[in-house]
């Protein structure tokens, strides 16, 4: 096969925490794909807002307050923000997804939209129609 082609990359919630936090939760190809200059890293505000409920529910914990630590993480590496606009609402109707998650449509409704690649380790963001997905296996 010739050289590897330009992705764009829409990371789910996980697999953007995780690459900060836990990088070894990351499958080696996932690692790579986030790593290389050649793909385009987005990222949804919907997952800004899940990492604030998850800190709320002491779900996930940071080293300084989670408005401190997104504004740091964004300068570290800085991502594409996917917007969330009245065209993605109106996607989340083709997506077909086994559950009803709303900050999930929302992400895969983006990423159909955009066309962009999905990474994600959650299977049921895997099992989706619709859209493509870089599985965290």
Do not use: C, Y
């Amino acid at each position: 096969m010739g050289g590897h082609a330009f992705v764009k990359l829409l990371l789910d919630t996980h697999i953007w925490l995780w690459s900060l936090l836990a990088p070894e939760n990351l499958a080696r190809r996932v690692a790579k794909a986030l790593m290389s200059k050649e793909n385009e890293l987005w990222l949804s505000p919907i997952s800004t807002w899940e990492l604030v409920m998850l800190v709320e529910r002491k779900r996930v914990f940071l080293d300084k307050p989670v408005t401190d630590w997104i504004q740091e993480a964004m300068r570290k590496a800085p991502l594409k923000e996917a917007p969330i606009t009245h065209e993605v609402a109106l996607e989340t109707q083709h997506v077909r997804l086994n559950h009803g998650d709303p900050a999930d449509r929302l992400i895969a409704a983006t990423a159909r939209l955009l066309h962009l690649t999905l990474v994600t380790a959650d299977e049921r963001l895997m099992g989706g129609k619709g859209f493509s997905v870089l599985a965290n296996r």
